[in-house]
Structures are given as structure tokens and as C-alpha cells.
């Protein structure tokens, strides 16, 4: 496991956007696994620079998003369908047909949840896999507790992750419980695994998935286990360390 810790979000960013960029320049055709919410959307801001800027070309990349909360149709303002678009994807030149994010508005979440492992198998493995942690140590949907031997599924959403996120719901009440998400099997079958983390919110989780005992209490932990990790952190989420 490689840590690179940078002075500040922006420094964070730009490190991960290069190493996303440099994914893509070596294999034009590459999986990525595409993270969402707060700390990935500057790394998203550098890549559309520099599509912009002619420097990268999304035409033949293959994305698959890590979750999507169950119960929301893509138009949702809390989707991440939404985000993706908002983000990433409405700015630059990927195609339709290669972008690849759970169906959060099926009646039939077991259909959803295979027909979303039976596309990422027809790819192989993804080649570069981008996450978040979670205050809780969880990374995509995973939260503590979830099988670790899930490849894409159903998962229940704790307290702690509900509320987090509340005051964009505009309250608890309005915040999904389930969620569908990539499972920690298949996270852990990608070729390299890039982890975003920046703020004080994050110091305590990222020194327990980087140093910590490698546990389901802290599901980050089992990156440990991961042959190619690159840790991007900024200042405050390294000040644990």
C-alpha cells in the first residue's frame, strides 16, 4: 500500500485526477470503478479540464459506479445518476452504452444486483477502482457488517451513513434505507485500487483501514489485502496516521 499525502483537497484532487488520467492514457479502453459523493468531485473537475484541454478522450472508456441508492430514479437530485452526469459524464465525451450505474428504481433488486455482476464479468476486472471512506470505514455501500463475500448487492444503510447525509434529503425521513453497491469480492478483484480521503472527518476511519487490524468493523481494512493501493489523503485526514 502506497499513502501520498498532499497539503490540501485541491492537492489531493489533482494527484488522484492524474492517476485517473494516466489510467486512461496507457489503456484508452479501460474499466475504471467510479466513485461518488463530496470527496471525489474536484478529481472529476481536473479530468473535465483536461478532456477540455484535449489532453484525454472518454470515447472508449468503460465505467461502472460503485452504488445507487435503492428507491431513487435517475432524474432524483440525490441520485447518483444524477451526480455522475453533473460531474463527470454530461462534460465530456463517454458514450452511453460504456457507462455502466446500479438501477436504483427496480421492483426486483436480485434481478438488478446479477444483471449488474454479469455486465462487470463481461469486462473482466477493472482495471482502476476509485473509492471514498466512509466516517464509518465503509467504502462504496459496504458498510460495517456487510458479507464480505457479496459481489453486487442489496444493502442496508446504518444510522450513521443515513444521517450523514440527511440534511440533503431534508431529513432522515426522507433518506433511502437500502442501497445497491458493489460488494468488497468485487472491489478486491480489480487490477489497482486508488482511496480518496480529505478532512478531519476522515482521519480516524483512514488510520483505521491503514493501520488498524483488518476487520468488518472497519470494511476499508481488507484493502490491506490488496496487491496495488495507492492512499491519497490530504493534511487532516492524514493527521492520524
Not at 205 to 232: C, F, N, Y
Request: glycine share 8%; charged share 25%.
Amino acid at each position: 500500500m502506497r499513502v501520498i499525502i498532499k497539503n490540501d483537497y485541491r492537492g489531493m484532487s489533482r494527484e488522484a485526477a492524474r492517476i485517473v488520467a494516466h489510467q486512461v492514457l496507457a489503456k484508452p479502453e479501460s474499466v475504471l470503478g467510479l466513485p461518488t459523493g463530496d470527496t471525489p468531485t474536484m478529481m472529476y473537475e481536473e479530468l473535465v479540464n483536461m478532456y477540455k484541454l484535449g489532453l484525454l478522450d472518454f470515447s472508449r472508456v468503460v465505467t461502472f459506479n460503485l452504488d445507487e441508492y435503492y428507491g431513487l430514479s435517475p432524474d432524483h437530485p440525490q441520485s447518483y445518476h444524477r451526480y455522475m452526469r453533473e460531474n463527470l459524464f454530461d462534460h465530456v465525451n463517454a458514450t452511453n452504452e460504456n457507462i455502466h450505474i446500479p438501477d436504483g428504481r427496480t421492483k426486483d433488486a436480485k434481478s438488478a444486483c446479477k444483471s449488474y455482476q454479469e455486465d462487470l464479468s463481461r469486462y473482466g476486472k477493472i482495471d482502476l477502482q476509485v473509492l471514498g471512506i466512509g466516517p464509518n470505514g465503509h467504502i462504496g455501500f459496504n458498510e460495517p457488517g456487510t458479507d464480505w463475500g457479496m459481489t453486487v448487492g442489496l444493502v442496508r444503510l446504518s444510522d450513521t451513513t443515513r444521517n450523514r447525509v440527511a440534511p440533503r434529503f431534508g431529513g432522515i425521513k426522507n433518506v433511502p434505507v437500502h442501497a445497491i453497491t458493489m460488494g468488497i469480492k468485487t472491489i478486491m478483484r480489480s487490477k489497482k485500487i486508488l482511496l480518496l480521503a480529505s478532512g478531519k472527518a476522515k482521519a480516524i476511519p483512514t488510520k483505521r483501514a491503514i493501520e488498524g487490524p483488518i476487520t468488518e468493523a472497519v470494511p476499508a481494512s481488507v484493502l490491506q489485502l490488496h496487491p496495488d493501493v495507492t492512499v491519497i489523503l490530504d493534511q487532516e485526514a492524514a493527521s492520524q496516521l
